[in-house]
């Protein structure tokens, strides 16, 4: 950390492809370090870092304003149109060692589009990932981030009217990790209030879970 002050959150986005990690990983960082287009097959095809600059106004640490810094690890999609199960699943294990080796991730985020169903087959692969490359505290440390929620909102759907009607396969996933969920709106949620309230919540996840991290590998 470049000042003692400051406070950094590792975090790696997971899914199936075009559910909008990348975006939502640019959303969280404030930038377009990813690439994200509407696209027939995988859009990602490695793992990338992501980096935030200082963000103020949204910490306090002994008494003072604290600055937040954002590393994001954007991922190919699980399954993928042109990668192996295996291939993929590997490429994350080598990334999440090397980029959080040291420090340690704080939450992976399950990216789910709010404007699909999601049916038990659907969950099940890209679940089944995160308990092989997170162990088995895997709940604590992860999140789920709902994707395409304006057009959820344009369908006339809040927040508690989705949630009420949603499959039984997301309610039962939303309770394994203690709800811990986001609502993301793809068009607004570079706007800088939009990203705040996101990036609020997450700390609050974080802080909740006493700050622990997950992969952290101590140099003995």
Same mark, same amino acid.
């Given at each position: 950390?470049?000042?003692?002050?400051?406070?950094?959150?590792?975090?790696?986005?997971?899914?199936?492809?075009?559910?909008?990690?990348?975006?939502?990983?640019?959303?969280?960082?404030?930038?377009?370090?990813?690439?994200?287009?509407?696209?027939?097959?995988?859009?990602?095809?490695?793992?990338?870092?992501?980096?935030?600059?200082?963000?103020?106004?949204?910490?306090?640490?002994?008494?003072?304003?604290?600055?937040?810094?954002?590393?994001?690890?954007?991922?190919?999609?699980?399954?993928?149109?042109?990668?192996?199960?295996?291939?993929?699943?590997?490429?994350?294990?080598?990334?999440?060692?090397?980029?959080?080796?040291?420090?340690?991730?704080?939450?992976?985020?399950?990216?789910?589009?709010?404007?699909?169903?999601?049916?038990?087959?659907?969950?099940?692969?890209?679940?089944?990932?995160?308990?092989? !490359? =997170?162990?088995?505290?895997? +709940?604590?440390?992860?999140? #789920? *981030? &709902?994707? %395409?929620?304006?057009?959820?909102?344009?369908?006339?759907?809040?927040?508690?009217?989705?949630?009420?009607?949603?499959?039984?396969?997301?309610?039962?996933?939303?309770?394994?990790?203690?709800?811990?969920?986001?609502?993301?709106?793809?068009?607004?949620?570079?706007?800088?209030?939009?990203?705040?309230?996101?990036?609020?919540? !997450? =700390?609050?996840?974080?802080? +909740?879970?006493?700050?622990? #991290? *997950? &992969?952290? %590998?101590?140099?003995?």
């Amino acid at each position: 950390m470049a000042d003692s002050n400051d406070m950094t959150i590792n975090l790696v986005v997971l899914g199936k492809p075009q559910t909008g990690k990348s975006a939502a990983g640019n959303s969280l960082l404030g930038s377009s370090d990813f690439e994200s287009h509407l696209c027939p097959s995988s859009v990602t095809s490695c793992c990338s870092l992501g980096r935030s600059g200082r963000i103020l106004g949204l910490m306090r640490r002994n008494g003072h304003e604290s600055a937040l810094r954002v590393r994001v690890l954007d991922t190919p999609g699980y399954p993928h149109s042109a990668l192996g199960k295996e291939q993929v699943r590997d490429m994350l294990r080598a990334a999440l060692a090397q980029h959080f080796g040291q420090e340690g991730l704080h939450l992976a985020l399950l990216v789910l589009r709010a404007d699909l169903p999601l049916c038990p087959d659907e969950s099940n692969d890209t679940v089944q990932l995160i308990q092989e !490359l =997170l162990g088995p505290t895997w +709940k604590d440390f992860t999140a #789920v *981030l &709902l994707t %395409h929620a304006d057009k959820a909102e344009e369908a006339g759907y809040s927040e508690e009217t989705y949630l009420h009607s949603a499959s039984s396969t997301l309610l039962s996933l939303l309770t394994s990790v203690e709800h811990k969920y986001i609502f993301l709106d793809n068009h607004n949620s570079i706007i800088k209030e939009e990203r705040n309230t996101v990036l609020r919540k !997450l =700390l609050n996840f974080i802080q +909740k879970n006493n700050y622990r #991290v *997950l &992969l952290k %590998h101590n140099k003995e």
